[in-house]
């Protein structure tokens, strides 16, 4: 069974940091693109972050370039989002979603990935 697991979420506050893990199970991790989107209430998913399956390629979202980094160990099957200067605008539902036999390329568009992990809340308190 497919499966992408989020955990390391919680309440920060601001100027703090976080460390979100995506655990993959099954042949999402395989060959496969990984990325970070968010959802605040009353807003669209946005990406935030993504990396191809060799690591060469990132794409981040200019609100959070400079303080989130993203990676991945794919002996582990697992992607990381790591949360730095945390704002208060951060505050939202963070999913991981793998894009299938993407290698070397990432992409940044919510249609392109094949599955979703089922979000962890992150909430920046002011």
């Known amino acids: 069974q497919v499966q992408l697991v989020e955990s390391g979420g919680g309440l920060v506050q601001a100027g703090g940091s976080l460390r979100l893990s995506c655990a993959a199970s099954?042949?999402?991790?395989?060959?496969?693109?990984m990325a970070w989107f968010r959802q605040a209430p009353g807003k669209e998913r946005e990406f935030v972050a993504g990396?191809?399956?060799?690591?060469?390629?990132?794409l981040y979202v200019d609100s959070v370039r400079g303080r989130f980094i993203i990676s991945r160990d794919n002996a582990k099957n697992t992607a990381r989002l790591q949360m730095n200067s945390l704002k208060p605008e951060d505050t939202a539902v963070y999913y991981c979603?793998?894009?299938?036999?993407?290698?070397?390329?990432?992409?940044?568009?919510?249609?392109?990935?094949?599955?979703w992990g089922q979000g962890t809340q992150v909430t920046v308190s002011s």
């Open positions: 099954g042949r999402t991790f395989s060959s496969s693109a």
């Open positions: 990396m191809s399956w060799s690591g060469e390629n990132t």
């Open positions: 979603a793998a894009d299938l036999d993407r290698v070397y390329s990432v992409s940044r568009w919510e249609n392109e990935y094949d599955y």
